[in-house]
C-alpha cells in the first residue's frame, strides 16, 4: 500500500502536540468535527485507537460515526495510528 506525504511525515516523528488534521485521512472538515467533539489533538485519538484495541474494524465504525469519514479516509487514519504504535510503542 502506497502512503501519503502527510502519513509518511506523520509516523517519521512522536506525536506530541500535533493537531487531529495532522492525522493521514483527517482533512479540515473532518478535523473540525473531530475538535467539536472534543478529539482535538492526535494523541486524543490515539487514545481512542488504543481504546478500541487497535481492531481496525471498530476503529474505522467509530471514525464514521464521530466524524462521517468515508472508507478511504478512516482507512488511511487508522493505517498511519497502526504504524505509527508500531514504531513507537
Known sequence: MTTSQKHRDFVAE???EKPV???AGIGE???KKLEERGFDKAYVVL????VLKKDEDFFREW???TCGANAKQSRDCF???REWCDAFL
Do not use: A, E, I, Y
Open 21 to 23: 488534521g495532522s492525522l
Open 47 to 50: 487514545g481512542q485507537f488504543l
Open 14 to 16: 512522536p506525536m506530541g
Open 29 to 31: 472538515v473532518l478535523g
Open 79 to 81: 493505517g498511519c495510528l
Open 63 to 65: 471514525l464514521k460515526d
